[in-house]
């Protein structure tokens, strides 16, 4: 059973900056998909980043350019780099894990992942 644990989050004004972190637990499959997604108070889940082991990566159009994804092998951390951020990007921000590959520009299903942190909360606020 993989376990996923977000951190990170926080209150930020618009405009800022913030990392948020998900530390996985130790599992021995080496080829796998990881995302990052939201959700706004009675708003749908949304993805808005997905990385695979071999390093590609996929944006959704609301935050390219301005988030970044990555991941450290290492120590089995993901990470979502979040710069000049808005009031619209404001929810609970979840990552996830899916044994399917991350299809560049298409977009970022909940359907595809199998495995889901607790969420951590961003608020983006003046």
């Known amino acids: 059973q993989v376990q996923l644990f977000e951190s990170g989050g926080g209150l930020v004004q618009p405009g800022g900056s913030l990392r948020l972190s998900c530390r996985r637990s130790?599992?021995?499959?080496?080829?796998?998909?990881m995302g990052w997604f939201r959700q706004a108070p009675g708003e749908e889940r949304e993805g808005v980043a997905a990385?695979?082991?071999?390093?590609?990566?996929n944006y959704a159009p609301s935050v390219k350019g301005r988030f970044r994804i990555s991941k450290d092998n290492a120590d089995d951390t993901l990470y979502l780099d979040m710069n000049n951020l808005r009031p619209e990007d404001t929810g609970v921000y979840f990552c996830?894990?899916?044994?399917?590959?991350?299809?560049?520009?298409?977009?970022?299903?909940?359907?595809?992942?199998?495995?889901w942190g607790q969420g951590t909360q961003v608020t983006v606020s003046s």
């Open positions: 130790e599992m021995t499959v080496r080829h796998y998909s």
């Open positions: 990385i695979m082991t071999g390093g590609t990566t």
């Open positions: 996830a894990l899916s044994w399917r590959p991350v299809i560049p520009d298409a977009p970022i299903s909940s359907s595809d992942f199998s495995y």
